[in-house]
């Protein structure tokens, strides 16, 4: 991803196939359950003004790098072929509300 240093990419991709290695894949699956409640529950907080955005920001690397296993895990093929298909639907609705709040 582009917003990750060369370095910080690198050292993701090592650590996230090391993890699935050492930890398995179910462990792995547990774990990107767990991180994801956790960074939804901080996000839950903005309704009721309680956010941390520091928090947001730490709950959401940690999913960031849950992704990375996970991707890893379901092998490029199958990821890219899911993210175009999520990206052509994403573009088909981006495209809709953009005419609606241009009219």
Not at 7 to 29: S, T, Y
Not at 53 to 78: A, C, H, Q, W
């Amino acid at each position: 991803m582009t917003m990750l240093t060369k370095e910080n990419a690198d050292k993701l991709d090592d650590l996230a196939q090391r993890a699935i290695d050492c930890w398995g894949v179910p462990a792995q699956f547990g774990m990107v359950k767990e991180e994801c409640l956790e960074l939804a529950l901080e996000v839950q907080r903005i309704d009721r003004g309680r956010h941390d955005d520091e928090k947001i920001l730490e709950e959401s690397v940690d999913v960031y790098i849950m992704m990375k296993e996970m991707f890893i895990i379901f092998g490029p093929d199958r990821v890219n072929a899911m993210m175009a298909k999520k990206l052509g639907k994403f573009e088909s609705h981006l495209a809709k509300s953009e005419k609606k709040e241009a009219a």
